[in-house]
């Protein structure tokens, strides 16, 4: 069995281009992959909601995610709110099934910035 962990910055290469789809291929082929940073309606990633693009790219895995930072990212459009969350976690691809997935928080960081987000591990456990 094969696994990689991949940090995939957002979705932006050492390059500094934004392309979900070679982050893909990088890791495409292996039995497991467990990728960090990814993310969920944020500006630098032209709002996409990357687990689902992933998923797209990814079509013979079976995933989860799970968001260790959340917050509103909700708009109004003609007078009706259109609910988003914006997000970035972890996202655990496999050939074979998840059976079920557990989000562990880790200890916040000490910092002077305003928005102190928080780290978490995902646990999961895959039938084979």
Not at 86 to 92: C, K, L, N
Request: glycine share 6%; proline share 5%.
């Amino acid at each position: 069995m094969k696994l990689v962990s991949y940090n995939i910055q957002y979705g932006f290469g050492s390059d500094g281009r934004y392309d979900l789809a070679r982050s893909a291929e990088v890791v495409a082929g292996v039995d497991i992959i467990a990728l960090q940073e990814v993310e969920r309606h944020w500006l630098r990633s032209n709002e996409d909601d990357q687990p689902e693009i992933l998923s797209r790219l990814l079509p013979e895995y079976h995933w989860v995610y799970g968001p260790a930072f959340d917050m509103d990212a909700s708009e109004r459009h003609d007078g009706r709110i259109v609910n988003r969350r914006r997000q970035f976690g972890t996202m655990i691809l496999s050939k074979l099934p998840i059976v079920w997935s557990r989000l562990h928080t880790l200890p916040l960081r000490r910092t002077v910035c305003p928005l102190n987000t928080r780290n978490a591990a995902l646990e999961c456990m895959i039938r084979t």
